[in-house]
């Protein structure tokens, strides 16, 4: 079975302090995805990428970055984060135009 | 652009019982339509998927058919279990591979 693995399940960082947020997946997916997801808001796409070091903005960029440098690791950057920014947040990752994602547990960060 | 609607929530059925959450959809041309699932304390899984117009999806007894006269793709179940109780999400598939989704529909189910 494909995994994606989130690196915390849990994190709570201070208003202004850059956080990382890593995402591993182990079947040589093409495609990642970061998405945060909030009540009454659901899922709401940050950033993907379709290729290493390849990056595209999703519906809600503003205050995140990403990075992937290597096919199976995508990480999501707060440059500096936001109480706003308080959320559960999912990567998830898909096999060329394969519509089926494969999703992380999700890492729920508190802003402080 | 893309959007998915869902009938709001949350829904509390007793073990046994039918379920139907509504789900419609507004796109350009001919999406993919999904039904995602997401476990207490879990990721989204895929539930079921219809690609084109009268395709029913369907697995572990949940069906959804693609209906493009409604833009719908409503989600149904004979007979609902405890185990059942999540969060359901509706999406549709747009461009270069990204979905859409909707806002998720809590479910608990008594026993």
């Known amino acids: 079975d494909v995994k994606v693995t989130q690196s915390s399940r849990y994190l709570v960082k201070r208003t202004g302090e850059k956080v990382f947020l890593e995402c591993v997946q182990d079947?040589?997916?093409?495609?990642m995805f970061w998405y945060r997801q909030d009540p009454g808001l659901g899922l709401r796409l940050i950033y993907f990428s379709y290729d290493v070091k390849m990056k595209e903005k999703g519906d809600i960029p503003e205050g995140y970055s990403v990075s992937r440098e290597k096919k199976e690791r995508f990480s999501l950057i707060l440059e500096s984060a936001s109480t706003n920014q308080t959320s559960m947040y999912l990567c998830?990752?898909?096999?060329?135009?394969?519509?089926?994602?494969?999703f992380g547990s999700g890492t729920r960060l508190t802003v402080v | 652009g893309n959007s998915v609607t869902q009938m709001e929530g949350p829904v509390t059925l007793s073990e046994e019982a039918f379920l139907t959450i509504n789900c419609t959809y507004t796109?350009?041309?001919?999406?993919?339509l999904f039904w995602y699932v997401q476990y207490p304390g879990e990721g989204l899984q895929l539930l079921l998927k219809?690609?084109?117009?009268?395709d029913k999806g369907s697995n572990k007894g949940f069906e959804a058919t693609y209906r493009k006269e409604t833009t719908s793709f409503h989600l149904e179940k004979g007979s609902v279990q405890v185990s059942d109780s999540a969060v359901y999400f509706c999406a549709l598939a747009g461009a270069n591979s990204k979905l859409t989704f909707g806002k998720g529909i809590t479910l608990s189910v008594r026993p």
């Open positions: 796109a350009t041309g001919y999406p993919s």
């Open positions: 219809a690609t084109k117009a009268d």
């Open positions: 998830a990752s898909s096999l060329g135009r394969r519509w089926d994602y494969t």
């Open positions: 079947m040589d997916h093409e495609n």
